[in-house]
């Protein structure tokens, strides 16, 4: 099943984001090399595809796991949530319709 992992960001993450985005970026690799990975992203702190120094407000992956134990787990281990980047992080199930 697919779980939505919405993360909130602390003010001013640019930073933190920045030194964590290499492992981040790992593992939602393995994600998508398992052919687990739906979607995955940030949400820009402004109306930018580009925020530039204004950088984001939080995160969005939605990825296939066996539970919501499982998801959690995963969203708990998160490098950008070790950086503290993220001040809360939401997992619920995800039902893909189209």
């Known amino acids: 099943m697919y779980y939505a992992i919405i993360s909130e960001d602390i003010e001013n993450s640019l930073e ?3 030194s964590a985005r290499p492992a981040h970026l790992k593992r939602l690799n393995k994600l998508a090399d398992q052919d687990r990975l739906l979607l995955a992203g940030p949400h820009p702190a402004i109306d930018s595809p580009d925020p530039g120094a204004a950088g984001f407000s939080g995160s969005l992956v939605v990825a296939e796991f066996e539970s919501l134990e499982q ?3 995963w969203a708990d281990a998160d490098p950008y949530a070790a ?3 993220y ?3 939401t997992v619920k199930p995800f039902k893909r319709v189209l």
């Open 16 to 18: 933190q984001r920045k």
């Open 71 to 73: 998801a959690q787990a």
């Open 83 to 85: 950086a503290g980047v």
């Open 87 to 89: 001040t809360s992080v």
